[in-house]
């Protein structure tokens, strides 16, 4: 258990629709990346926030957004979704902004479009 | 810019085989290099890390050396196990500050018989 969870575990929706991934990191990181996981695109980087603020962008779609909370927890919003939408997204935090920390990885919501 | 190339897999071998997954990668200043596993059905968990030149990274059995000379860092492990049968994952962590984020190869899914 890595002390990231992510909710819900699997989301099934229909294409056009919204859809809301929820993510605490662990107790005291204050560094929140998100990525979408599927099987001809691999592991891809989303987004980062830290303690609130956007601090990098990835291959991040503009029908997605991303947002920081003020208690760190932090929300992935997908809109107009699409077949291609379908994938595993993780969370992962870390401690600091400092790229040579590790990233401690969330169990990922599998969401399917239909 | 920076890129990580691993191994096609599926790699299958039987139980107490070396292993030896590879991993090469293009970055421009001095990244730091990470092997994360994932066990089916879980998010990725890092294995081992190395952050300079010549480093050693090591766990469970697992190794791998930063050779900046010809920019690699091979995954090998000398009996592999049943239970190490997953998709590993070759990463690099470059920049600083406030420009963070991993980038991953695209993995190699690995089957050990008994």
């Known amino acids: 258990d890595s002390g990231v969870t992510q909710t819900p575990k699997h989301l099934i929706t229909a294409t056009g629709q919204r859809v809301t991934l929820r993510c605490s990191p662990r107790?005291?990181?204050?560094?929140v990346y998100w990525y979408q996981q599927s099987l001809d695109q691999g592991l891809q980087f989303l987004i980062q926030?830290?303690?609130?603020?956007?601090?990098a962008k990835g291959n991040i779609l503009e029908r997605f957004s991303a947002q920081q909370f003020p208690d760190l927890h932090s929300e992935l919003n997908l809109s107009s979704l699409e077949l291609g939408d379908s994938a595993l997204y993780f969370c992962?935090?870390?401690?600091?902004?400092?790229?040579?920390?590790?990233?401690?990885f969330g169990p990922g919501t599998r969401l399917t479009v239909l | 810019g920076d890129s990580v190339t691993q191994m096609e897999g599926p790699v299958t071998l039987s139980e107490e085989a070396f292993l030896t997954i590879n991993c090469t990668y293009t970055?421009?200043?001095?990244?730091?290099l990470f092997w994360y596993v994932q066990y089916p059905g879980e998010g990725l968990q890092l294995l081992l890390k190395?952050?300079?030149?010549?480093d050693k990274g090591s766990n469970k059995g697992f190794e791998a050396t930063y050779r900046k000379e010809t920019t690699s860092f091979h995954l090998e492990k000398g009996s592999v196990q049943v239970s190490d049968s997953a998709v590993y994952f070759c990463?690099?962590?470059?920049?600083?500050?406030?420009?963070?984020?991993?980038?991953f190869g695209s993995g190699t899914r690995l089957s050990i018989r008994p």
């Open positions: 107790s005291g990181d204050l560094s």
């Open positions: 926030y830290y303690n609130g603020e956007e601090r």
């Open positions: 190395a952050t300079k030149a010549d």
């Open positions: 992962a935090s870390s401690p600091i902004v400092s790229p040579y920390n590790e990233q401690f």
């Open positions: 990463a690099l962590s470059s920049g600083y500050s406030s420009a963070s984020k991993i980038i």
């Open positions: 970055a421009t200043g001095y990244p730091s």
